[in-house]
């Protein structure tokens, strides 16, 4: 129900764009985002935006470098990832949840996506 895709290896200073589609249902479910986990850490949450509210929360560490987007005639959800860093390396869920209300937890989502990885060297 939630299709993640974009990510790939990109030198520091570098950008990609991850898209997430998503199915009717879940894209009506409001809060969106994305969170990710590097090799040997917890998952963390990165960014989210709400329908409703039409509010966009960052993670202090990705603050000024990624802007998430949506694009609702096409049922996807972006992640601009600018001035990538090597500790941006991880793979990067997209997930959703039945609230208007976002959340940097990770038990208040709903739907996860299979993950993309992004790697950068530095």
């Known amino acids: 129900q939630l299709q993640a895709s974009g990510g790939g290896l990109v030198q520091a200073g570098g950008s990609l764009r991850l898209s997430c589609v998503a199915s009717g249902r879940i894209f009506s479910s409001d809060a969106l985002g994305w969170f990710r986990q590097a090799p040997g850490k917890e998952r963390e949450f990165v960014s989210a935006i709400t329908w409703s509210v039409a509010g966009t929360y960052y993670a202090d560490s990705v603050k000024g470098r990624f802007t998430i987007s949506k694009d609702n005639a096409k049922n996807t959800m972006y992640l601009q990832m600018n001035s990538l860093r090597p500790e941006d390396t991880a793979v990067y869920y997209c997930?959703?949840?039945?609230?208007?209300?976002?959340?940097?937890?990770?038990?208040?989502?709903?739907?996860w996506g299979q993950g993309t990885l992004v790697t950068v060297s530095s």
């Open positions: 997930v959703a949840r039945d609230s208007p209300y976002y959340s940097t937890r990770r038990s208040d989502y709903d739907y």
